[in-house]
């Protein structure tokens, strides 16, 4: 069992994309084990761009995300973090395959709709700086007996 941290950027917000981001994602298996809407601070959207610092598009990167409300979820499930990473697509839009949400409702990498954690470290460290411990609730759905051996 995986969790990784997701989030519907400022983008796919204002363009009415939550319920279809999350849609995908639960029809896929991955279970909701935290959820919320919030405005990104400059601070976190820092720490949470950390290993970008320095690139040309850090600052942009930064703006963007702090720049309207955002929806954050820990989903979780079996190979969660690569099976999420494949629901979004390639960071590019251009070069993402068609099916993925970045492909189907983007076009351009400075505005692809979703994060996804990359690994089980950056999804650990990633989850710390969006929810408290007690935020993040394991339960068992009736279905997910269907979605495993
Ligand atoms: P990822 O989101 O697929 O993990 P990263 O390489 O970690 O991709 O980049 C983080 C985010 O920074 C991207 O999702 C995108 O919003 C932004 N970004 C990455 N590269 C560029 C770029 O060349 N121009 C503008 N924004 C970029
Ligand atoms: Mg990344």
Aim: glycine share 10%; with cysteine; hydrophobic share 40%.
């Amino acid at each position: 069992m995986e969790r990784t941290l997701i989030i519907i950027k400022p983008d796919g917000v204002q363009r009415a994309l939550v319920g279809e981001v999350i849609r995908r994602f639960e029809a896929r298996g991955l279970r909701i084990a935290g959820l919320k809407l919030m405005q990104i601070s400059r601070e976190l959207a820092e720490a949470h761009y950390a290993e970008h610092r320095g690139k040309p598009f850090f600052e942009g990167t930064v703006k963007f995300i702090t720049s309207g409300p955002v929806v954050v979820m820990c989903l979780e499930g079996p190979n969660a973090i690569a099976a999420a990473r494949q629901t979004m697509g390639a960071t590019r839009p251009h070069e993402a395959a068609p099916g993925s949400i970045r492909a189907d409702f983007g076009l351009d990498v400075s505005r692809n709709i979703v994060h996804g954690s990359d690994g089980p470290e950056t999804a650990a460290r990633e989850l710390a700086l969006y929810f408290k411990p007690e935020e993040l609730i394991s339960y068992q759905r009736a279905g997910d007996v269907w979605l495993k051996e």
